[in-house]
């Protein structure tokens, strides 16, 4: 199929294809603390950029005065902008909330006729309805050996992400049984702060026969000569990676230095830590012993003895230590391991403070308000500064308070734990309040001081693995991946367990694409929501786009070959409800048909051409 250059203009002209924006997307997250605000910034610039481009689904948007408190977050928020005369969008219209919705909970787009079904739902509480359909994780019984459901896929591949799950670091083996074990948990809905004691505290031969190790083994440190494992560099990387994740604080900096005279301008609480605190810190993994199970490969043993945190030891990663006795204490509170009989393990112990204190609570759940409504209460959500947290103990000037809504973190972490630490209910409260379902579209004059507010919806452009999904899904033309072993043929790249089941000559144009659009490797890099101009000529020139719009294959052959034929109505809305969730406005519609009753066949293409290239289509 080729389109032609003429009507490549046409479209893109007319349906306001908006690729500049790709160039404004938020650039990805540092590894060390940036300053607040700097995320909610560019990403309010970002939907200043995109509502304008991004068509009329906004259009049927209740009006602000109709907006409901639906619960606490609603009290918080809309609370706080009353208080403060800030202004802030309306409800989103129903197809602007279920293609968000969708996406955010799911990591799919909606059908037509999920579509259709929800507009014409009259019930009030429908909404509420949506959000449990989609939590529920119902699984697909006939897909043994491993019952999926989009809910639990899109949540494996988030925590896979986070915690850099991938084949090449563990094994496949490895890999796959830590997804899998992750899969379990959200499917059961375990309690998270039993899930991180866990990971924490797992021991096994193997990490090819233990799901929660996979967490620990991921952390392995190599030594200078590529084969032996760096005990100490390993140990100190786990304190890292536990306290990034589960705490929300990023200790690289003071493993190499105290903070003193390096972090003052970056991260007040940081700026009086010392570096034998992180020592006290890591060696509560002291006894932790990783080491390749038969010498060679990503076959692990975890396994605990008597060793412990020597500072003797050389770095071949940071700056050498120095010979300093250290004994375990909690960064954050300074607790020691119980003594006395039964004896505490240290990584028991480490596990039950991180877990206990309210900081753990507190960062879990900005963690899943950031990945659910695009910034965090404290942003970015793994840069916890702990001395700018208590509006009653304010720091000292110029420094603020970090979290946009203090009290909301807290009464959001209190209804964690109150709740069993449960991640889906905690889901279910943000995408139910009304606060989440603003429209990113703002009627009245927009000043950027909103944005911190959560006034009106922030846009994203989509993960590289979502919008793969969604052109696969709005084309209905899928590609089977083999997950490695496995066993498995899955349609969605959601379901597949890290990149490298992206291999083979024939994936290529499919590595391609997600690799333009930021897909994290799962090593030292991360996911990235970067806009840049190859992601436009991917999506415009790309044999993989052109072979999935043509009238013999997918969606578009069943609308020109059905019996009775499809209308040239019938094609137009289906197409646009299958990519952008709505249906067509009378403009959109006009200029549709019209290439429809010209060409045909052809315009049918270029219609879906244009529209898998609309901004639009490629933002939540």
């Not at 083994?217 to 494992?229: E, V, W």
């Not at 994740?245 to 972090?263: M, V």
């Not at 390749?292 to 071949?316: N, T």
Request: hydrophobic share 40%; proline share 6%.
């Amino acid at each position: 199929m080729r389109i032609s250059a003429v009507r490549t203009v046409l479209w893109g002209a007319s349906l306001l294809l908006g690729q500049s924006v790709l160039g404004q997307s938020p650039s990805k997250p540092a590894n060390h603390p940036t300053p607040k605000g700097s995320t909610a910034t560019e990403l309010d610039r970002l939907t200043s950029s995109v509502i304008g481009k991004a068509g009329a689904s906004n259009r049927k948007a209740i009006p602000p005065k109709s907006v409901a408190r639906k619960n606490y977050i609603d009290g918080y928020i809309f609370g706080k902008m009353e208080q403060d005369r800030v202004p802030h969008a309306p409800l989103s219209s129903d197809e602007e909330f279920l293609r968000r919705v969708s996406l955010d909970l799911i990591g799919r787009i909606p059908q037509p006729e999920q579509v259709r079904a929800f507009v014409a739902d009259k019930d009030p509480a429908k909404r509420y309805a949506l959000v449990d359909e989609l939590t529920n994780a119902r699984v697909d019984p006939a897909a043994i050996p491993h019952p999926s459901a989009p809910f639990l896929d899109r949540w494996t591949y988030f925590f896979g992400d986070m915690f850099k799950n991938a084949a090449a670091e563990i094994g496949v083996k490895g890999r796959n049984l830590f997804a899998d074990y992750i899969h379990t948990a959200l499917l059961l809905d375990i309690p998270y702060n039993q899930v991180v004691t866990e990971m924490l505290t797992a021991s096994a031969r193997s990490n090819w026969q233990s799901g929660p190790s996979g967490f620990l083994a991921r952390n392995h440190a190599d030594d200078a000569d590529g084969l032996a494992i760096n005990h100490e560099d390993t140990i100190e990387d786990i304190a890292i990676s536990s306290s990034r994740y589960f705490l929300g604080i990023n200790l690289e900096c003071i493993a190499c230095h105290d903070g003193a005279r390096h972090l003052e301008k970056i991260n007040l609480w940081l700026s009086r830590r010392k570096r034998d605190e992180f020592w006290r810190q890591a060696s509560f993994f002291g006894g932790v012993r990783i080491y390749r199970a038969f010498g060679i490969g990503q076959e692990f043993a975890v396994r605990e003895d008597e060793h412990r945190f020597d500072l003797k030891y050389p770095s071949v990663k940071r700056v050498q230590r120095y010979r300093k006795d250290v004994a375990p204490a909690f960064l954050l509170t300074g607790e020691k391991p119980a003594v006395g009989e039964p004896r505490e393990s240290l990584r028991g112990a480490y596990a039950r403070m991180l877990t206990a204190d309210p900081q753990f609570a507190r960062a879990t759940v900005n963690m899943i308000w950031a990945e659910l409504m695009g910034v965090g209460i404290v942003d970015p959500p793994f840069e916890f500064d702990l001395s700018r947290q208590d509006p009653k103990n304010p720091p000292p000037a110029p420094w603020t308070i970090q979290p946009s809504h203090p009290e909301l973190l807290d009464a959001l972490a209190k209804d964690f734990a109150a709740n069993n630490y449960s991640l889906r209910h905690m889901m279910r409260v943000i995408t139910k309040s009304s606060a989440y379902q603003l429209s990113s579209r703002f009627g009245g004059e927009w000043r950027p001081e909103y944005a911190t507010y959560f006034a009106r919806r922030f846009v994203r452009r989509l993960p590289a693995e979502q919008l793969y999904d969604a052109i696969a899904q709005s084309t209905d033309v899928f590609i089977e991946f083999t997950v490695s072993g496995a066993g498995e043929k899955v349609k969605y790249m959601l379901q597949t367990r890290d990149p490298s089941d992206l291999g083979g000559k024939d994936l290529e144009d499919v590595r391609s694409l997600v690799s333009a659009f930021g897909q994290s490797n799962r090593d030292q890099g991360e996911k990235s929501l970067a806009g840049t101009m190859v992601q436009t000529s991917a999506l415009l020139n790309s044999n993989f786009i052109k072979e999935r719009v043509r009238a013999d294959k997918g969606r578009l052959a069943a609308l020109m070959k059905a019996d009775p034929p499809s209308s040239n109505e019938t094609v137009v809305a289906e197409l646009f409800l299958a990519t952008l969730g709505r249906l067509p406005e009378p403009k959109e519609e006009a200029l549709a048909l019209a290439q429809l009753q010209r060409y045909r066949e052809s315009g049918a293409e270029d219609l879906l051409w244009s529209l898998l290239n609309k901004t639009e289509f490629l933002f939540n």
